[in-house]
């Protein structure tokens, strides 16, 4: 005689509880392909649009242009205020893993998915106006050991050994005395007229509004991927021109943060050059 041991209801109800959240769990992990990792997904698309930089799935990529037109477009739209960044030049982009390298305050900045340049063999790093304070480089070396850095400042300044080579060079023009030096002058200078300047760091008190229409006066294939920058008090039509600048040369804003220490018409900014094609609505 076989014997027949009853399973209580309250323990089949409970089993098929769990399979009900099973089924509902497969269901939904299927029709959401975004969730995936990138690399389990196809992203020629933000490859693309990206110049080979971010590789993500389609559905997050175009989520992200998508995010980036309403945010450009509120951008685009001057307001006046007594604090000009509070209210103008927003971020417009997000870099999934970006990392603040360097100390904290005015030395730090903001690097979109630093992660990504362990895939550059000859990976470029420069850095303006250093002023001595050397903390971005030896993180930035820190973590990427291949990563050839430069330091670039108008007065010499102790720098560290095996981490960056030091120029004192003051960025302009060329014309400004034997020491000034053009963008292009630069890269010829130092044999990168053939490489790409991965990062851009560039403090040089209020130096900027003039050193970065030379850059783009110079030919395309030679402007940084992305540029870290603290802008420095001006006239608030300056303060536009040299974003709509950068917007119109390939560049989204994915930092935006205000240096307290200088006070508070002082920010930093980090931006991300794209390919044209990211910036065409669909």
Request: proline share 5%.
């Amino acid at each position: 005689m076989v014997k027949v041991t009853l399973v209580p209801a309250i323990v089949l109800g409970q089993l098929l509880l769990m399979l009900i959240i099973y089924l509902s769990f497969v269901r939904n992990y299927q029709k959401c392909p975004e969730i995936l990792p990138p690399l389990a997904s196809k992203c020629e698309l933000s490859l693309f649009e990206s110049d080979g930089y971010i590789c993500e799935s389609d559905a997050v990529w175009n989520e992200r242009k998508r995010t980036y037109h309403i945010q450009d477009d509120e951008n685009m739209i001057p307001h006046n205020s007594s604090f000009f960044f509070l209210d103008n030049w927003t971020q417009d982009f997000h870099c999934s893993n970006s990392r603040r390298i360097g100390s904290p305050g005015e030395g730090g900045k903001w690097v979109c998915d630093p992660y990504r340049l362990k895939s550059y063999p000859n990976c470029l790093v420069y850095s303006a106006g250093s002023n001595g304070e050397f903390s971005f480089e030896i993180e930035m070396k820190n973590s990427m050991p291949h990563c050839e850095i430069h330091t670039f400042d108008t007065d010499f300044h102790k720098y560290p050994k095996n981490i960056c080579t030091f120029h004192t060079i003051k960025l302009g023009n060329g014309a400004e005395g034997s020491y000034s030096k053009n963008w292009t002058a630069i890269l010829h200078e130092l044999n990168h007229t053939k490489r790409s300047v991965d990062i851009f760091k560039i403090d040089i008190e209020g130096g900027e509004y003039e050193f970065f229409p030379l850059i783009f006066a110079s030919d395309q294939s030679t402007f940084p991927r992305q540029i870290l920058v603290e802008l420095h008090p001006t006239n608030n039509f300056d303060v536009h021109a040299f974003f709509r600048m950068l917007r119109k040369n390939g560049y989204v804003i994915f930092s935006k943060e205000q240096n307290l220490l200088a006070g508070q018409y002082y920010f930093e900014y980090s931006f991300l050059k794209l390919n044209k094609r990211f910036f065409v609505r669909s």
